[in-house]
């Protein structure tokens, strides 16, 4: 096994819907450490620079609208296959496919309303990790 750094957005739906502690309850309890925690507000230009991979997709513009909607709760997340094991405890993009015990599987209103986000790679965490934590 080994030990990976990913990040974790609680989404603007789900902090809106006071929920973000629910959320880490579920991380902490699923062996995941925080080494940082912040709440912030993404601006137009963090969110198209995060987003960038989805530029080209219809739903780009309505992703970045949503983003910068209201503040985010963003983590560093660190532990024993870290992107595999948050993206389980995630659940499924879709909710309607979600486990019921996932995060998205609870919380969740819609494919767009999917209340968190993680990084879906080593390389994709780097990245996201340095633009939101420097």
């Known amino acids: 096994m080994t030990v990976e750094k990913t990040l974790s957005i609680i989404k603007p739906d ?12 579920m991380i902490e309890n699923a062996d995941l450490n925080i080494v940082k925690m912040k709440k912030m507000h993404f601006d137009t230009d963090l969110a ?8 080209e997709r219809p ?8 983003m ?15 992107i595999a094991n948050y993206r389980n405890i995630m659940g499924a993009t879709n909710p309607s496919e979600a486990s019921p015990e996932s995060i998205r ?28 934590f420097g």
């Open 14 to 25: 789900a902090v809106a819907d006071k929920i973000a502690g629910k959320i880490i309850d």
């Open 48 to 55: 198209q620079r995060f987003y960038d991979v989805h530029k």
């Open 59 to 66: 739903f780009y513009n309505d992703l970045v609208d949503f």
């Open 68 to 82: 910068v909607s209201g503040p985010v709760v963003v983590m560093e997340l660190e532990g024993e296959n870290a």
């Open 105 to 132: 599987g609870k919380y969740a209103s819609s494919i767009d309303k999917n209340c968190v986000h993680g990084s879906d790679a080593t390389d994709t965490a780097a990245y996201e990790l340095g633009l939101i």
